[in-house]
């Protein structure tokens, strides 16, 4: 009887166990840190003895530990522990983690009345409560140890997990920092090693020298030629190009340097294709400063020193003969704005000399680039330089607007001047609008930066968003900077390989007007993460979809001229079908964004990169290309080849597709512009773009090929060989030194309804 008794009292103790533990199944997934000091070793290779599955870091977890730039003996310090990335509550959709920070001299300790961190052993070990584990940020204090003269070394352990039960699809990571004494002595290593972009800079300078002594060694011995004569000769060769004011050889040096940048921008493209092929922990290809570094200089180098130099190349060599001009107005100033532009490319560079290049994004958002942690004299360099460019950008805008306002041949009215010379026009009115209102910016950040004034300075009242109003007001104007000329050369090649003019030229000119004064009030878009006024965002986002009307109309004047003409296809002309196609789905995704909600959505995504990418190069370089191949026969007197020309094409649209299209998948994925890794499931489509984009990079070299090639063997071209319409072609190939032996006079049979 006994017996039973006890067996039912046992069955009834297990069923009220069973019963407890059903009632709690979420017990296990708010522990406690780590309490145990023989632990230790445990969070050492597994992150957290909790959750043990993933014996190996994430690179998707990322933790941040914010440490002061050095310490004073006996100073106590709150320090802020940050995770982010990994998975999401599974429950609640929140963030859930831990922590464990180590530090090797000092006392760390929780901040009075708070109930999220604990001192689990010692004076230098801090963990997470049960209630802390619903959080991804804590704050907790360390003072500092006596001496000041030493260095501590912090090492936290961070946990990124979903709450569920157990530890599956947990991930962590950790981070290693060394923080020096006031008074410390900062070893640097004799042998340390060189960053990526450094070495790229190394071995292109060592290749540069190497063929220039193969080259003149060559002369020497085939043309028994003294070292003495061989220099003599090559500067007699290069001394014109560096003191000239001829606008077609300023043009031509202005379009080497921007296709030169093209190819720098273009390699450190490639690096940050390479950092993404796979998902990588810090310093696994780059660590993550030299990714911020090296995503910050391509997108400079592509917008300011390779995308704006083609423009002005092409406005230089061609806007005088299109005008009946013998120059600009002012062509010692033309050449001054020249020389500022590779002079502030290489202020911009220097960074790289000097401990690293800036890294504050092409943006430069402040307090990135003026707060404590904006500390990389790279950044000192990159202010410099934009200021330069933003010199050069103002003068020669100056230059162009006296030349065509001033300067036309009789008949050459303003409503006769052809498309490529509007939007030249229209272009120069938004730089002066706009540039001189970022630079002012930028001088500011430099006095921030150099002379502690307190323009951004948070600490101080200084709103940061002030600095997004100011670049964005010249931005997203210098959007259109770069693809307005874009339109002018897509006009002047599909006129002339339909065989008829542009239709509807008024309303040609008119929609390049409207999308000038328009670029001007949609600049807030950019912004609706900020916290901007719910009206002035309502506003910005239906004159941002406003755009789409003027854009539209030229398309469709485009494709009606097509339409009545009689199109031959050559290289220039296909580009230009290509580059309408490439630029109108950078539109259509333009629009998207424009919506508040998809923006919100999709905002600092891989889906924003695509959009511009599909505008700027899709839009902006495939046209100019086009230019190349459209005008060299003017500018050289030779024909490029035709064959090399169509493969150029061809490789170049399906790689660029290639390359760019998948970045609106990724993007819609969550992945997010400017990491230097990402989730693992995202794998396989960032190696599919990274070879899609090395693929692109390495067909550019036909280009290159092309153009060499076709200088020195390319066919002779007569002085109109496309039977252009505008009065560049009445000139010889190449043209005289003055343009004109004569200034022309312009008649023009006008047809009914153009």
Same mark, same amino acid.
């Given at each position: 009887?006994?017996?039973?008794?006890l067996?039912?009292?046992?069955?009834?103790f297990?069923?009220?166990?069973?019963?407890?533990?059903?009632?709690?199944?979420?017990?296990?997934?708010l522990?406690?840190?780590?309490?145990?000091?023989?632990?230790?070793?445990?969070?050492?290779?597994?992150?957290?003895?909790?959750?043990?599955?993933?014996?190996?870091?994430?690179?998707?977890?990322?933790?941040?530990?914010?440490?002061?730039?050095n310490?004073?003996s006996?100073e106590?310090?709150?320090?802020?522990?940050?995770?982010?990335?990994?998975?999401?509550?599974?429950?609640?959709?929140?963030?859930?983690?831990?922590?464990?920070?180590?530090?090797?001299?000092?006392?760390?300790s929780?901040?009075?009345?708070?109930t999220?961190?604990?001192?689990?052993?010692?004076?230098t070990?801090?963990?997470?409560t049960?209630?802390?584990?619903?959080?991804?940020?804590?704050?907790?204090?360390?003072?500092?140890?006596?001496?000041?003269?030493?260095?501590?070394?912090?090492v936290a352990?961070?946990?990124?997990?979903?709450?569920?039960?157990?530890?599956?699809?947990?991930?962590?990571?950790?981070?290693v920092t060394?923080?020096?004494g006031?008074?410390?002595?900062?070893?640097?290593?004799?042998?340390?090693?060189?960053?990526?972009?450094?070495?790229?800079?190394?071995?292109?300078?060592i290749?540069?020298?190497?063929?220039?002594?193969?080259?003149?060694?060559?002369?020497?011995?085939?043309?028994?030629?003294?070292?003495?004569?061989?220099?003599?000769?090559?500067?007699?060769?290069?001394?014109?190009?560096l003191?000239?004011?001829?606008?077609k050889?300023?043009?031509?040096?202005?379009?080497?340097?921007g296709?030169?940048?093209?190819?720098?921008?273009?390699?450190?493209?490639?690096l940050?294709?390479?950092?993404?092929?796979?998902?990588?922990?810090? $310093?696994?290809?780059?660590?993550?400063e030299?990714?911020?570094?090296?995503?910050?200089?391509?997108?400079?180098?592509?917008?300011?020193?390779?995308?704006?130099?083609?423009?002005? $190349?092409?406005?230089?060599?061609?806007?005088?003969?299109?005008?009946?001009?013998?120059?600009?107005?002012?062509?010692?100033?033309?050449?001054?704005?020249?020389?500022?532009l590779?002079?502030?490319?290489?202020?911009?560079y220097?960074?790289?000399?000097?401990? $690293?290049a800036?890294?504050?994004?092409?943006?430069?958002?402040?307090?990135?680039?003026?707060?404590?942690?904006?500390?990389?004299?790279?950044?000192?360099?990159?202010?410099?330089?934009?200021i330069?460019l933003?010199?050069?950008?103002?003068?020669?805008?100056?230059?162009f607007?006296?030349?065509?306002?001033?300067?036309?041949?009789?008949?050459?009215?303003?409503?006769?001047?052809p498309?490529?010379?509007?939007?030249?026009?229209?272009?120069?009115?938004?730089?002066?609008?706009?540039?001189?209102?970022?630079t002012?910016?930028?001088?500011?950040?430099?006095a921030?930066?150099?002379?502690?004034?307190?323009?951004?300075?948070?600490?101080?009242g200084?709103?940061?968003?002030?600095?997004?109003?100011?670049?964005?007001?010249?931005?997203?104007?210098?959007?259109?900077?770069?693809?307005?000329?874009?339109?002018?050369?897509?006009?002047?090649?599909?006129?002339? /390989?339909?065989?008829?003019?542009?239709?509807?030229?008024?309303?040609?000119?008119?929609?390049?007007?409207?999308?000038?004064?328009i670029?001007?009030?949609?600049?807030?878009?950019?912004?609706?993460?900020?916290?901007?006024?719910?009206? /002035?965002?309502?506003?910005?986002?239906?004159?941002?979809m406003?755009?789409?009307?003027?854009?539209?109309?030229?398309?469709?004047?485009?494709?009606?001229?097509?339409?009545?003409?009689?199109?031959?296809?050559?290289?220039?002309?296909?580009?230009?079908?290509?580059?309408?196609?490439?630029?109108?789905?950078?539109?259509?995704?333009?629009?998207?964004?424009?919506?508040?909600?998809?923006?919100?959505?999709?905002?600092?995504?891989?889906?924003?990169?695509?959009? /511009?990418?599909?505008?700027?190069?899709?839009?902006?370089l495939?046209s100019?290309?086009?230019?190349?191949y459209?005008w060299?026969?003017?500018?050289t007197?030779?024909?490029?080849?035709?064959?090399?020309?169509?493969?150029?094409?061809?490789?170049?649209?399906?790689?660029?597709?290639?390359?760019f299209?998948?970045?609106?998948?990724?993007?819609?994925?969550?992945?997010?512009?400017?990491?230097?890794?990402?989730?693992?499931?995202?794998?396989?489509?960032?190696?599919?773009?990274?070879?899609?984009?090395?693929?692109?990079?390495?067909?550019?070299?036909?280009?290159?090929?092309?153009?060499?090639?076709?200088?020195?063997?390319?066919?002779e071209?007569?002085?109109?060989?496309?039977?252009?319409?505008?009065?560049?072609?009445?000139?010889?190939?190449?043209?005289?030194?003055?343009s004109?032996?004569k200034?022309?006079?312009?008649?023009?049979?006008?047809?009914?309804?153009?």
């Amino acid at each position: 009887m006994i017996t039973n008794n006890l067996r039912k009292l046992s069955i009834g103790f297990l069923v009220a166990i069973l019963i407890a533990i059903s009632a709690f199944p979420t017990a296990n997934s708010l522990p406690t840190g780590i309490t145990d000091k023989s632990a230790t070793n445990a969070v050492i290779e597994n992150g957290c003895s909790c959750h043990n599955t993933n014996k190996e870091a994430t690179a998707s977890v990322i933790v941040n530990l914010t440490l002061p730039e050095n310490f004073t003996s006996g100073e106590t310090y709150t320090l802020t522990l940050n995770i982010s990335g990994g998975p999401n509550d599974l429950i609640n959709g929140d963030n859930r983690g831990g922590f464990f920070v180590m530090a090797s001299d000092g006392e760390l300790s929780p901040i009075a009345n708070d109930t999220h961190v604990q001192k689990p052993f010692g004076l230098t070990h801090l963990t997470h409560t049960a209630e802390g584990n619903d959080y991804r940020e804590w704050n907790f204090e360390w003072t500092a140890p006596d001496k000041q003269d030493i260095s501590v070394e912090f090492v936290a352990y961070g946990n990124s997990v979903n709450g569920a039960d157990g530890s599956q699809n947990d991930y962590w990571n950790k981070q290693v920092t060394t923080l020096y004494g006031v008074d410390a002595v900062v070893e640097v290593e004799a042998h340390e090693d060189l960053s990526g972009p450094q070495k790229l800079i190394y071995a292109f300078a060592i290749i540069t020298v190497t063929l220039g002594v193969v080259v003149i060694g060559n002369q020497m011995v085939t043309k028994d030629q003294a070292f003495e004569d061989v220099l003599k000769g090559y500067w007699k060769a290069i001394y014109p190009w560096l003191t000239t004011t001829d606008h077609k050889y300023v043009g031509i040096m202005y379009i080497c340097t921007g296709f030169g940048w093209f190819f720098v921008g273009g390699i450190l493209g490639l690096l940050i294709r390479w950092q993404l092929m796979e998902p990588r922990i810090d $310093g696994d290809f780059l660590t993550y400063e030299e990714y911020n570094s090296t995503f910050t200089m391509h997108g400079t180098t592509m917008i300011f020193m390779a995308a704006m130099p083609i423009i002005f $190349g092409f406005a230089n060599y061609l806007i005088p003969l299109q005008i009946g001009a013998r120059d600009l107005a002012f062509p010692r100033l033309n050449a001054l704005s020249y020389w500022l532009l590779p002079t502030g490319g290489i202020v911009i560079y220097m960074g790289y000399f000097t401990g $690293g290049a800036g890294d504050v994004g092409w943006t430069g958002y402040t307090p990135y680039s003026s707060g404590d942690s904006a500390t990389t004299p790279g950044t000192d360099f990159w202010v410099a330089g934009q200021i330069m460019l933003g010199a050069s950008s103002t003068l020669t805008a100056i230059n162009f607007l006296v030349t065509i306002l001033r300067m036309r041949a009789p008949g050459v009215t303003m409503m006769k001047l052809p498309l490529f010379a509007w939007s030249i026009l229209i272009t120069v009115f938004l730089l002066l609008l706009s540039i001189p209102v970022f630079t002012v910016a930028l001088i500011l950040l430099m006095a921030d930066r150099t002379f502690g004034t307190l323009y951004f300075n948070v600490d101080a009242g200084a709103d940061p968003i002030l600095w997004q109003h100011l670049f964005w007001y010249f931005g997203h104007p210098e959007v259109y900077i770069v693809i307005l000329p874009a339109f002018g050369v897509l006009s002047e090649i599909i006129t002339t /390989f339909s065989r008829r003019p542009i239709f509807g030229y008024t309303s040609m000119v008119y929609a390049m007007a409207t999308i000038g004064i328009i670029s001007f009030i949609v600049y807030g878009h950019h912004m609706f993460t900020s916290g901007a006024d719910p009206l /002035f965002r309502f506003i910005v986002m239906l004159t941002t979809m406003l755009v789409a009307v003027p854009t539209g109309i030229k398309i469709f004047n485009w494709l009606a001229t097509m339409t009545g003409g009689s199109i031959v296809l050559k290289t220039p002309m296909i580009f230009a079908l290509g580059t309408i196609i490439t630029f109108t789905i950078g539109g259509i995704t333009g629009i998207v964004l424009a919506s508040i909600p998809m923006d919100i959505a999709l905002h600092d995504g891989y889906f924003v990169v695509a959009h /511009f990418h599909y505008v700027l190069v899709g839009g902006t370089l495939f046209s100019f290309i086009g230019g190349v191949y459209y005008w060299f026969p003017k500018m050289t007197g030779k024909m490029m080849d035709e064959k090399l020309g169509l493969l150029h094409f061809a490789t170049t649209f399906i790689f660029f597709n290639a390359a760019f299209y998948p970045m609106h998948n990724v993007g819609l994925a969550g992945m997010p512009r400017r990491y230097a890794t990402y989730d693992a499931s995202l794998t396989e489509l960032n190696e599919f773009i990274s070879i899609g984009a090395m693929l692109f990079g390495i067909v550019q070299l036909i280009f290159v090929y092309n153009v060499l090639y076709s200088y020195k063997n390319g066919e002779e071209a007569g002085n109109d060989p496309w039977n252009g319409w505008s009065l560049e072609w009445t000139t010889s190939s190449p043209p005289p030194h003055n343009s004109f032996t004569k200034i022309p006079t312009l008649k023009v049979a006008e047809e009914e309804g153009q």
